[in-house]
């Protein structure tokens, strides 16, 4: 080691005025402790990891682990380990509480190796050769004991949260418990060890061993005790069994998150991938192929190892609306009853025998499950694919809005005449072969069909044509299929995805633009798998571009506090943050506020469609944009709208309060 | 065990059928097709009798092949077999050579015990084709079925209820029986999508196609031969606006509500 890491090292040591003598300090390997109680180590070592080694390989064999994904799977986890801890973090001393276990406990394992790796194989290649040596010896006692402190206060502090203020999400098991308490008494009596071997007059070195700083501290109270080293073989041999005990339980406990982290495949919110290819099925009349969630065989390797990372943390279950309203669904319960079900092993075991139909039909399908897991578990993915088992399979499905696509183009089940005559009021040019628009404007079913969405579509298509943007809506729109997707009918939604394909190749358009968030993200991340590529914008996206472009000029002040809230398929599947809230700022005298934090309004997922029992998602989110007292309420999707409308009324609070789309608060500033 | 026979129509779309009061006649252009709904209630009956009894299904149409459609959404609901009607010869049939040529379908298939219709289709609202099948076959009929509250396969009665106009009806009937279904006496289940995809992916297995001669139909009782009747003019009724009102919940709204009623007669 040079001199300049020795000066740095000297300014970081806590006791000053240390003498560091470089290349003369070394470890003394196995101080004080007894051969019978090394051999008992290694026998030890060896049966805990054989173990875990046949641990893992069963479990791994019962994954059916795609060995050749592994790599891949592992770079993309490096890459996530900061993503992680910073979910956990958004809960601060939860979070910090595990950021200190962790950093604690991976310095003690490289520590831990890096003894090891002198001692049993550098020693032994070359006997008087050393790692760890001098200054960098120093370095690594300082490292070490500051790494176990952390460890030691982490779980101290996760033992104090779990006894005395423990979140409602948690439970207290003996796995809990037990692991808290056994990793406890590994740096308890790690230190233990080190004040005793320092204490100890056959030690020699007494004077370099502050950098131990904690040890030091420790041997302090032992200095002239007698008969320590028969203590010191025991400790150290209860020491070594904890090690024992805690190696295999990286796969036989929840702690098997940490090597289970590293090799789970991350499943997205965006892609839902197709089951089968109707083209391909219409080609071939082959059904060979299974559709969704059918039995707990349909899960792929990397879906199990998800499931069995899970740690029963219960951040899913917080950040879950319908969990939060009452219903009956917990994402955390999802995935654990998952987990439960295919650790037994039971082969072919329905998915029935874990998941509640009613728990299946109160997820909006917001995300925030899947973007709060620290661990990247998607629970709303198992939801999406038993319900693809349930409505594709066995046409089992709560609400009439598929049928109502199926015959009429549209899930309120009213006629395709209704929306052509209202189209037709309007005045907007239909599209036309072979006649190119700046935007085709996508009107979805909510803006064709339902009268609140007419609104706000008859006010964007009034700023449009003042803006002279050239634009065009579909004489034949339908559905675009989103909600046959998100209930499960795979077989409805590819339909749609074929006609609609059909429908957008006859005309040439620069942007594809739709005020529902719903079409927007159908269009953007389940189109492009059936080959049709489009240039999707949100109208907000849209519309922040005209502001930015000076095209739309907001002269006119308007004196209210806004609060926005995100549709759910525009902030936690697209990212869609800044744009609406750039053009609502661009209105002078607007106070933008913030919600405290993100929840569904509860239309998502076929949500408007399913009636519900318990709190209502739509009420507790009204709740919570109450809380900052604004005068609007600006979204950006029509069931946004109507279900805050909705809870509006609910609370009598009808007129007192508008809800609006970002469109409908721009043009108002308009004049 | 059952063996249940349920005849549907294929029909467009009535709520965007306009009519072209110049011409006189209706446009269908561009107009989606959809099962007739009390249809949909025939073949939801038909399905839950048959997950209470056993049997079989099947679903028959007389239809131009337009109509294969129809019959591959009801195997999709459950149906076991689909037999399509279709020729030029049925081609203008009014509903007495409709149902001559339903009633030699039925007949074709041989054993049924259970034949049941939609009480009236539409796009024409005769409520004809029940009836006059019961008629052809021989069979007792019953119309404005709502439900049928037990089979007796030993003895072979069948309990049913009919709704008439102060209350409801239970009539007791030998088997074969034609009965006819209103409109909402239950919820038809949704078709399993990937029943419908096997439906059109092996069509062969599930639907047939059965012309005039399959049936060993009489040249001069079906299609426009065989009907007596003709349709010689189509008069456009003046819609009456429907007007809506809403109030805050209140007394005097309630009060206003009431006395509504009671100038409508409703109470």
């Known amino acids: ?671 | 065990m059952l063996n249940i026979i349920v005849g549907i129509k294929w029909v467009p779309d009535t709520a965007d059928v306009r009519f072209d009061p110049v011409k006189g006649t209706l446009i269908r252009e561009g107009v989606e097709s959809i099962i007739n709904p009390p249809d949909l209630n025939a073949i939801e009956l038909a399905l839950g009798l048959k997950e209470k009894y056993g049997g079989r299904v099947y679903v028959i149409s007389m239809a131009p092949p337009a109509a294969l459609k129809g019959l591959k959404m009801a195997v999709a609901m459950g149906a076991d077999k689909a037999i399509l009607l279709t020729d030029r010869r049925f081609a203008g049939a009014d509903t007495l050579a409709t149902s001559y040529a339903l009633a030699a379908a039925i007949n074709k298939i041989g054993s049924y015990d259970i034949v049941i219709f939609g009480e009236e289709t539409i796009d024409s609202a005769t409520g004809h084709v029940g009836p006059e099948v019961g008629e052809m076959l021989g069979v007792p009929h019953v119309s404005y079925v709502k439900s049928v509250l037990s089979v007796d396969t030993a003895s072979r009665t069948v309990e049913l209820e009919r709704e008439v106009e102060d209350g409801v009806e239970i009539l007791r009937s030998s088997l074969p029986v034609v009965i006819s279904v209103g409109v909402g006496i239950n919820s038809p289940r949704y078709p399993i999508p990937i029943r419908r995809l096997r439906a059109e992916v092996e069509a062969d297995k599930y639907v047939e196609t059965w012309s005039a001669d399959t049936i060993g139909a009489d040249p001069s009782r079906i299609g426009l031969q065989g009907s007596p009747t003709r349709v010689v003019k189509i008069i456009a009724a003046p819609m009456m606006e429907r007007r809506r009102e809403v109030h805050q919940h209140s007394r005097e709204a309630l009060n206003l509500l009431v006395r509504r009623l009671k100038e409508w007669e409703v109470l």
């Open chain 1, 1 to 671: 080691m040079n001199n300049l890491s020795l000066r740095m090292l000297k300014r970081r040591l806590p006791t000053a005025g240390l003498k560091l003598t470089p290349m003369a300090i070394q470890r003394e390997h196995l101080f004080m402790v007894p051969e019978w109680a090394v051999s008992l180590h290694y026998v030890l070592m060896a049966l805990a990891l054989a173990l875990a080694l046949f641990g893992a390989y069963r479990r791994f064999s019962a994954y059916g682990v795609k060995v050749a994904d592994l790599p891949s799977t592992l770079r993309e986890r490096v890459g996530l380990v900061l993503g992680s801890e910073a979910r956990l973090l958004r809960e601060r001393y939860g979070g910090l509480m595990h950021t200190l276990i962790v950093a604690g406990l991976v310095a003690l394992i490289v520590g831990t190796i890096l003894v090891g790796l002198e001692h049993d194989v550098v020693m032994k290649v070359s006997p008087g050769q050393r790692i760890l040596v001098g200054d960098a010896y120093l370095a690594f006692e300082f490292i070490l004991d500051l790494a176990g402190l952390l460890f030691v206060v982490g779980l101290l502090m996760a033992i104090v949260r779990r006894a005395f203020f423990k979140p409602a999400r948690l439970e207290n098991r003996g796995e809990d418990v037990a692991i808290l308490l056994l990793l406890l008494y590994g740096g308890l009596s790690g230190f233990l060890m080190e004040g005793l071997r320092i204490a100890s007059p056959a030690f020699s070195h007494q004077q370099y061993v502050k950098a131990a700083f904690v040890g030091y501290a420790i041997s302090r109270a032992f200095l002239g005790l007698e008969g320590l080293e028969g203590i010191y073989a025991y400790l150290w041999t209860s020491h070594s069994l904890t090690m024992a005990i805690a190696i295999p339980l990286l796969i036989y406990s929840k702690l098997r998150h940490l090597p289970l982290f590293f090799m789970s495949p991350t499943y997205g919110l965006r892609e839902l991938k197709a089951p089968f290819s109707l083209d391909e099925v219409l080609r071939s009349k082959r059904l060979d192929f299974k559709v969704g969630l059918e039995s707990l065989d349909a899960l792929s390797w990397g879906q199990r190892v998800n499931l069995d990372a899970c740690v029963n943390c219960g951040r899913c279950q917080d950040a879950c609306p319908a969990y939060r309203a009452n219903r009956v669904l917990s994402p955390k319960a999802v995935v654990q009853r998952l987990r439960g079900v295919m650790v037994a092993g039971v082969r072919g075991a329905a998915v029935g025998s874990a998941l509640r139909e009613d728990e299946l039909w109160s997820c909006t399908t917001c995300g925030e499950c899947a973007i709060t897991c620290p661990i990247f578990i998607n629970p709303m993915r198992y939801i999406l694919e038993a319900r693809r088992h349930l409505v594709t399979n066995l046409g089992r499905v709560p609400t009439s809005a598929l049928f109502n696509m199926m015959i009429r183009g549209n899930p309120y089940g009213l006629p395709r005449s209704e929306r052509k005559s209202w189209v037709k009021s309007l005045n907007v040019g239909y599209a036309r072969e072979g006649e190119e628009v700046e935007v085709l404007l996508w009107i979805g079913c909510a803006g064709a069909y339902d009268a609140r969405a007419q609104r706000v579509v008859k006010t964007l298509t009034s700023m449009l044509s003042g803006l002279n943007v050239k634009f065009a809506v579909l004489e034949e729109e339908e559905c675009c299929g989103e909600l046959a997707r998100r209930l499960g009918d795979e077989v409805l939604f590819q339909e749609i995805v074929r006609r609609n394909a059909e429908i957008l190749k006859r005309y040439s358009f620069k942007a594809i633009v739709t005020p529902c968030p719903h079409c927007y993200n159908s269009f953007k991340n389940d189109y492009p798998e059936f080959g049709v590529r489009l240039n999707v914008k949100s109208h907000v996206e849209l519309i922040r571009e005209l502001v930015a472009r000076g095209r739309i000029e907001v002269k006119k002040p308007l004196g209210k506090v806004v609060v926005y809230h995100d549709p759910c398929y525009l902030r936690n599947y697209n990212e869609v943050l800044t744009e609406p809230r750039e053009a609502l700022k661009a209105i002078p005298g607007l106070k933008l506020v913030e919600a405290a934090r993100h929840f569904c309004c509860g239309g998502g997922g076929g949500g408007s469609w399913i009636e519900a029992e318990g709190v209502r998602v739509n009420v507790q989110r009204l709740e919570d944009l109450l809380e900052v007292r604004p005068d609007v309420i600006a979204t950006a999707c029509p069931y946004c709208i109507g279900m805050f409308e909705d809870a509006l009324k609910s609370k009598g609070l009808e007129g007192k309060l508008e809800v609006k789309d970002v469109c409908e608060v721009l043009a108002s500033a308009l004049g």
